[in-house]
């Protein structure tokens, strides 16, 4: 339960504003696809990036769908031990019960879901995530909707290191 709703909160936080409003707010580095994030009271670092590649298929072939926005987190909430939180929006409601699967090059994690928000099944998987994504050039989030639509998305990692390092430093050092 405390994922969610933390997670729900960085979704609210970097969602809700304007993409102006992220420039001058709160975003404090970009390092080249990832943005870093930092909130006061209470204290939350974040990094994030938009795909660089969405795919939406249904039997098998493309279709075009309608989605919010993509996005693939790492979360640090201090004041709550969450160092290192990984989880990702896929712009619509998942399946109810479905997986969100994570490929990093061969590594292959599943992620529960609730809503529109997945996430790491514990801390040592947001650990291991977070390896290979230091070691990966990119990340594919395949998920499904509740209505039958199968989405994959790409993320470039190109700044990764550097954003989460950035954001770990941030909220943690």
Known sequence: MIRK?????????TLALPATAQ????RVNTETDWSVFVEDNPTQCWIVSAPKSIRN???????????GDIRL???YWPGSDKNGEVSVTGGYPYADGSTV???????????????ELAWAASPTDDERIISAMKRGAQAVVTGQSGR???????????????????AESRCTG
């Open 5 to 13: 709703v933390f997670g729900a909160a960085i979704l609210a936080a």
């Open 23 to 26: 420039e001058s707010a709160n």
């Open 57 to 67: 298929l249904r039997d098998g072939q493309e279709v075009a769908a309608r989605r």
């Open 73 to 75: 987190f790492v979360s």
């Open 101 to 115: 699967v994570l490929e990093i090059g061969t590594d292959r994690f599943e992620m529960f879901t609730d809503g």
């Open 148 to 166: 039958g639509t199968q989405t994959e998305d790409t993320f470039s990692l190109l700044g990764f290191t550097a954003a989460v390092t950035d």
